[in-house]
């Protein structure tokens, strides 16, 4: 069965490295600043001409209280105020970037993130919203995968019910653990009742799926919270769960510099937290879909595995790789054909830039043949936990040992270490390789060798 998974703790210990998350290869890490309005314009222009379905993805930076743990591009205050100049610089950005597409070219997806997109007021989110639909092609039949991120202490009945009325039609819900000792430790106190009033509302208002987020490896937790966590909310019955390592990297993100290091779990202790979530999920139906995701069995993640369409973007594991994915907000990423572009991530420059009518792309990259070819492999290996040398073959002409033939020593170590099966047809992911894919589709990485792992989470 393809969420089949064997812990293998000698194999971890020997393959859990740093390595990226390839929701995009090449990785955000070689963005460089000779791409601009320019290469994003042209990429528009290919994307109307092939009238190529889109996805959006729009960034709301503003949280009112901060998370310690976070990593995320985001503007900490009260004054709901500040909202006011933002969104009229992305109404702007949204304009700018519409005239360059054609009507026709239908939002399959759209996805509100940040920061806190419910530190909007309901005026704001009705009037964004409104914008978006008098510029693209959103669609009223309830038919697009339509998300937005919440924050339980952020929403109540009615902010769900606006969100509903306004299309959305899933969500995800920001938990982390449910341990109060934890929680003060990382300035996140949320109470279960908070979490269970959202999904109850969700559920009530008929949105299609709903996601929760846990971290493992935060200050405080311990293998039996951390379970406790896990089944409070396998009780809440989420359709996806999502089950992040907290990599604590205090050199890159300030706010976890008030994390005290000495309350952070061993490496052991994360394992077995991990080991024991598995087992957890596992009993209770979910299926591993990668990377630190878990899905029921009638999901439309765990559907699309099982027929080998999974893909995966800046979003994470999507149905809707196929679309043209166009970021609006400040340091959001689009991928539009072979151009991943990304907009200024300071708030005033952002801001600024589109004072003066110009869109902010800041940084990007256009992809080579190379990148392509390793970018389809890649894509295979993390969502299928296989991949067919000939489908490759035939896509890019080429032949895939001969092309590769450097990578063989390092493929067959990992074939004789037990990850996969290798033969002159084929990569099969095994099950005690599957918690390590990253470690499998880094073999395959031109740009690794140049980079600094300490950029990096660890696979586990």
Known sequence: MLDAIRWDTDLIRRYDLAGPRYTSYPTAVQFNSQVGTFDLFHALRDSRKALRPLSLYVHVPFCANICYYCACNKVITKDRGRALPYLQRLEQEIQLIACHLDPAQQVEQLHFGGGTPTFLSHDELRQLMAHLRKHFNLLDDDSGDYGIEIDPREADWSTMGLLRELGFNRVSIGLQDLDPAVQRAVNRLQSLEETRAVIDAARTLQFRSINIDLIYGLPKQTPDNFARTVEEVISLQPDRLSVFNYAHLPERF???????????????????????????LTVAGYRYIGMDHFALPDDELAIAQEEETLQRNFQGYTTHGHCDLIGLGVSAISQIGDLYCQNSSDLNEYQNTLAAAQLATSRGLVCNADDR???????QLICNFSLDFAEIEQQFNIDFQGYFGALWPSLQGMANDGLITLDRERIEVLPAGRLLVRSVCMVFDAYLEQQNRQRFSRVI
């Open 373 to 379: 070819l390793r970018r389809a492999v890649i894509q």
């Open 254 to 280: 300030m706010p976890q510099r008030r994390i005290n290091g000495n309350e952070l779990p061993s490496p052991t202790q994360k394992l077995e937290m991990l080991q024991r979530t598995i087992e957890q």
